[in-house]
T-cell receptor, first 114, second 114 residues
Framework: DTGVSQDPRHKITKRGQNVTFRCDPI?????LYWYRQTLGQGPEFLTY????????KSRLLSDRFSAERPKGSFSTLEIQRTEQGDSAMYLC????????????FGPGTRLLVL | AQSVTQLGSHVSVSEGALVLLRCNYS??????LFWYVQYPNQGLQLLLK??????LVKGINGFEAEFKKSETSFHLTKPSAHMSDAAEYFC????????????FGSGTRLSIRP
């Protein structure tokens, strides 16, 4: 069990640029979650996948955000036309199943939009 | 809607002293309650969770929490603080109908004085 990994760990970009983050869940975990955490706040739910199907999206996930999990394994989160307000830590988690299965979190990708 | 309030953004205790981190929740349905810990540069780690049954829940590293429905509280305690307990702690809530979508509090930073 190698844990959830995220890449990159840090990203600095200029306003208006597109960025993409990757999350590799624990193998055989069929649920994958994305959260956003701003300074001094707890993580906020963005979206989650059951295998390749995106089952729920938060209202926080504007049209500029898109997440995919094409083969039910790794996932990508893309932010188009980044804004300074997008600066945050983006966390990925995975779980073996749904319901009360424990969510295991990755170390996060810290995004800074200049 | 569900929410969590953590009282005190920063708590400082002496090594060996009692640790008490306060959490109150709001939920219109029976809640599932969690405590997560976040060490610097590491992912969130589940300390303990309450679903149903016994209201006193024991977790890892000597922590425990008690679900008190009448007080809508789920405070986290540890009898004797250790230097390694210094971290950010998050209380969180979900429910049966939306068990995968976890709502986090804003966190409490625990510092340990030698």
């Amino acid at each position: 069990d190698t844990g959830v990994s995220q890449d990159p760990r840090h990203k600095i970009t200029k306003r208006g640029q597109n960025v993409t983050f990757r999350c590799d869940p624990i193998s055989e975990h069929n649920r994958l979650y994305w959260y956003r955490q701003t300074l001094g706040q707890g993580p906020e739910f963005l979206t989650y996948f059951q295998n390749e199907a995106q089952l729920e999206k938060s209202r926080l996930l504007s049209d500029r955000f898109s997440a995919e999990r094409p083969k039910g394994s790794f996932s990508t989160l893309e932010i188009q036309r980044t804004e300074q307000g997008d600066s945050a830590m983006y966390l990925c988690a995975s779980s073996r199943g749904g319901g009360l299965e424990t969510q295991y979190f990755g170390p996060g990708t810290r995004l800074l939009v200049l | 809607a569900q929410s969590v309030t953590q009282l005190g953004s920063h708590v400082s205790v002496s090594e060996g002293a009692l640790v008490l981190l306060r959490c109150n929740y709001s939920s219109s349905v029976p809640p599932y309650l969690f405590w997560y810990v976040q060490y610097p540069n590491q992912g969130l780690q589940l300390l303990l969770k309450y679903t149903t049954g016994a209201t006193l829940v024991k977790g890892i590293n000597g922590f425990e929490a008690e679900f008190k429905k009448s007080e809508t509280s789920f405070h986290l305690t540890k009898p004797s603080a250790h230097m390694s307990d210094a971290a950010e702690y998050f209380c969180a809530v979900s429910s049966y109908s939306s068990a995968s979508k976890i709502i986090f509090g804003s966190g409490t930073r625990l510092s340990i004085r030698p």
